[in-house]
């Protein structure tokens, strides 16, 4: 894995709220000059690797749950399932296995291939309700 992909998997092991890809730039480039399109190719490759997701819902990037016990250099694959609060943001990982389970016993009108997906709710969070 490349030293930039480090870094950025890095800064995201230390913000459990996620970062935009903006706010790992601005972190990063406190240490080393780096240029936007460095961060977006190693957010790119860390999501290709399954190391991380992206939300939909406020655009951060978040270090996936199952991949706190791989190893930099190993890739997997699930399918992701996140909760995002609609006032703070706090966002949450859900165990994807009931959802894919669930999911994947779909039938889809248009051919839809149900067996690789990422589904995000937006709802309320305790503090926020």
Request: glycine residues 2%; contains cysteine.
């Amino acid at each position: 894995m490349s030293d930039n992909n480090t870094l950025v998997l890095n800064s995201l092991k230390t913000s459990p709220n996620g970062l935009t890809a903006y706010q790992i730039l601005n972190l990063l480039q406190k240490t080393k000059p780096i240029k936007p399109m460095t961060i977006y190719r190693s957010l790119e490759n860390l999501t290709k690797k399954g190391l991380i997701h992206k939300t939909n819902k406020n655009k951060t990037f978040h270090l996936c749950e199952a991949s706190h016990n791989c190893t930099i250099s190993e890739a997997h694959e699930h399918n992701s399932v996140f909760v995002v609060c609609d006032k703070c943001g706090l966002t949450e990982e859900l165990k994807s296995n009931l959802f894919s389970t669930t999911i994947k016993k779909i039938k889809s009108k248009k051919k839809f291939d149900l067996k690789k997906f990422k589904l995000e709710i937006t709802t309320i969070c305790k503090d926020c309700d």
